[in-house]
C-alpha cells in the first residue's frame, strides 16, 4: 500500500515541478493535481488519502498562506472588506444561478453543482463537498477549469488594462 502512496506522491511532485518549469499558469497546484489524478486512474482501485493526512496537508497550506499576510494587510483589508463582501454575493448568486442550470440539465446534482461553481479555493471546496457528501471529483473539476481559465485570462487582461490606460 505504501508503494501506491509513493508513485502517486512522485508523480504529483514531478508534474508539479514541470509544470512550473514550464510556466505553466498555477504550475505547481495545477501540475501536481494533473499528474497524481492521472496516477490515481492509472492505478487499479484509485488510491485515496487517510482522513489525517489529508487534514495535515490543509493545515500544511493554511499556514503558507498565512505566512503571507504583513500588517500592510490590516489597513487594506479593512477598507477591502465592503468590496469583498459584495463580491463574494454576487459571485454566490452567479454560482446558484450555474448550479440550477447544471442540475436542471442533469449534469450533476445541485449541492456538487454549487461546490464546484460558488468562488472559493479548490481544495477547500472539495474538501467541504466530500464533507457534505457531494463528488469531490467533479468539484475540483469545476474549480480546476475556472482556476486554469482565470489563470490564463486574468493576467492578460491585467496587460490590456495597463496597456490601455497608459497616459499618452
Not at 492505478?43 to 499576510?69: D, Y
Not at 463537498?129 to 468539484?139: L, M
Request: aromatic content about 10%; hydrophobic content about 55%.
Amino acid at each position: 500500500m505504501v508503494e501506491r502512496y509513493v508513485l502517486v506522491v512522485a508523480a504529483g511532485v514531478c508534474g508539479g515541478l514541470s509544470a512550473q518549469h514550464f510556466n505553466v499558469p498555477g504550475g505547481a497546484v495545477v501540475g501536481a493535481m494533473i499528474f497524481s489524478g492521472i496516477m490515481s486512474l492509472i492505478l487499479p482501485n484509485g488510491i485515496t488519502l487517510p482522513p489525517q493526512l489529508g487534514t495535515a496537508i490543509q493545515i500544511m497550506l493554511g499556514i503558507s498562506l498565512g505566512l503571507t499576510f504583513d500588517r500592510s494587510f490590516l489597513s487594506l483589508g479593512a477598507k477591502a472588506l465592503p468590496l469583498a463582501i459584495l463580491s463574494t454575493i454576487v459571485l454566490l448568486m452567479v454560482a446558484v444561478g450555474m448550479a440550477l442550470l447544471a442540475s436542471r440539465f442533469g449534469f450533476v446534482d445541485f449541492g456538487t453543482a454549487l461546490f464546484g461553481f460558488s468562488p472559493g479555493g479548490m481544495s477547500g471546496m472539495a474538501v467541504l463537498a466530500q464533507s457534505e457528501g457531494h463528488k469531490t471529483p467533479v468539484v475540483a473539476f469545476f474549480h480546476l477549469v475556472r482556476i486554469f481559465t482565470l489563470f490564463l485570462v486574468v493576467p492578460l487582461l491585467v496587460k490590456l488594462f495597463v496597456l490601455f490606460r497608459q497616459p499618452t
